[in-house]
């Protein structure tokens, strides 16, 4: 009897398997209908600068507007798109959509940086650089205007490279941030000779902060090396006030999350920011989570 089903569940995983490969590939082939069909959308999620209370800041995040499934998340679609070899289609769509939007905010007089995620493999394309650099004098932005987020795997892979494009891009004047700083294996003093502009924290150290004294003193003492090695901070996963507060009271520079915003398509974000200025001049520690 146990060998039985022992043997039936193999055929089950087997089938199960062989539908799942169907699935996929079905989905391969629509991510690249997703690619030459305009279906990428790009939504932002403000930062906030800490000591002032100001937006100083966007993060550009990719989402799937499927035909059928409505909107998917990264987590859906991702790694298939990289399986597929799609991501550097998909940085170059994410960077033409959130660039163009730069200069809308620009024209509307938001100096926003907008930070765009970059996947290693991306980043390992030779070209790539000097590809963005052309993207945004193109439109006329401040390189400054652009920030890159990076991962702590890409600096860890092949460091004399990852040395070279951080090098090539910081020359050029884009910022260099390093995403989920804390889940990876870089440490501090590797990064401190990095061309880097600022880490930011992952969320999964901050969010356990609102009710947890040793997570909040272990994400007090990383802002203070941070600080000590001449990077700032952002806090990312900010989803509550006393969290919001207490990154304040740290020290900490900016702060990202559902607390101020979720990630929203542009028009909301143009509404939330229409919205936050009139509640200007707001003290730090008195921000509203607006509906
Ligand atoms: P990430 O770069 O660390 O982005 C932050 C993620 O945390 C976003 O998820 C955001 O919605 C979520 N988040 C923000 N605030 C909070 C909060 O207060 N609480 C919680 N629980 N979550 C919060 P999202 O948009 O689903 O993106 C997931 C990941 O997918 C990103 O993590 C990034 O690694 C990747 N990703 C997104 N867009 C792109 C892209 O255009 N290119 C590449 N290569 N990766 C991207
Ligand atoms: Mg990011
Ligand atoms: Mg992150
Ligand atoms: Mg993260």
Not at 71 to 96: C, K, N, Q, W, Y
């Amino acid at each position: 009897y146990k060998a039985k089903s022992g043997r039936h569940g193999h055929h089950v995983y087997q089938s199960e398997d062989n539908s799942h490969g169907e699935i996929r590939l079905r989905t391969q082939q629509e991510l690249r209908l997703a690619v030459t069909d305009d279906q990428l959308v790009v939504h932002y999620q403000p930062k906030i600068g800490l000591k002032t209370g100001e937006v100083t800041g966007v993060e550009a995040l990719v989402r799937w507007q499927h035909p059928t499934r409505g909107l998917l998340l990264p987590e859906d679609f991702l790694d298939l798109v990289e399986e597929s070899g799609l991501m550097h289609a998909l940085t170059r769509i994410v960077l033409t959509k959130a660039l163009d939007q730069a200069v809308l905010w620009q024209d509307d007089g938001h100096a926003l940086t907008i930070a765009v995620n970059m996947s290693a493999s991306s980043l390992v394309n030779v070209e790539f650089p000097e590809e963005i650099v052309r993207m945004i004098a193109a439109r006329g932005l401040p390189a400054s205007s652009l920030m890159l987020e990076i991962t702590e795997d890409f600096l860890m892979s092949d460091r004399d490279r990852a040395r070279n494009v951080l090098t090539r891009l910081r020359e050029a004047g884009i910022q260099i941030a390093v995403d989920d700083f804390g889940t990876g294996y870089s440490s501090l003093s590797y990064l401190r000779d990095l061309p880097i502009d600022e880490l930011k924290l992952d969320r999964s150290f901050v969010m356990p902060m609102a009710d947890d004294a040793r997570a909040a003193s272990l994400v007090a003492s990383t802002i203070d090396l941070a600080h000590s090695l001449g990077l700032r901070m952002v806090a990312e996963g900010v989803e509550s006030s006393v969290a919001y507060d207490e990154l304040a009271r740290f020290g900490c520079d900016h702060a990202q999350g559902f607390f101020m915003s979720r990630p929203v398509p542009a028009l909301e974000l143009d509404s939330w920011l229409a919205a936050r200025h009139d509640l200007e001049p707001a003290p730090a520690n008195e921000i509203q989570l607006l509906p």
